[in-house]
């Protein structure tokens, strides 16, 4: 499978929202469980949401209730909509699939205060 590519990043104010995409050129559920993960500088790079091939979503508890993730099958695409950003949301994203071996370029997000 052709490693997915994120996009949608960029910069916007707190109480703002963004949406990410992850998009693959063939099935995007073909190595199962889809994640968006995030790093800061520094830090682990942390698991903020998940979606299964059935559609069951978790999420980290920072992210609860401000983040949604979605699959879309027909395009290829996993989503990340993101609202209420806080400036701790700062981070590169990326996508991948919980099994996978290999992390793409993310995507910046920058929330500024």
């Known amino acids: 499978q052709v490693q997915p590519v994120e996009s949608g990043g960029g910069m916007v104010q707190a109480g703002g929202s963004l949406r990410l995409s992850c998009a693959a050129s063939?099935?995007?559920?073909?190595?199962?469980?889809m994640g968006w993960y995030r790093q800061v500088p520094g830090k682990q790079r942390e698991l903020v949401a998940r979606?299964?091939?059935?559609?069951?979503?978790t999420y980290a508890d920072a992210v609860k209730g401000r983040f949604t993730i979605s699959g879309n099958t027909a395009k290829n695409t996993v989503y990340l909509q993101m609202n209420s950003l806080k400036p701790e949301d700062t981070a590169v994203y990326y996508c991948k699939a919980i099994a996978a071996l290999y992390w793409g370029q993310g995507t910046q997000v920058t929330v500024s205060s």
């Open positions: 979606i299964s091939t059935t559609g069951s979503t």
């Open positions: 063939g099935n995007i559920f073909g190595f199962g469980t």
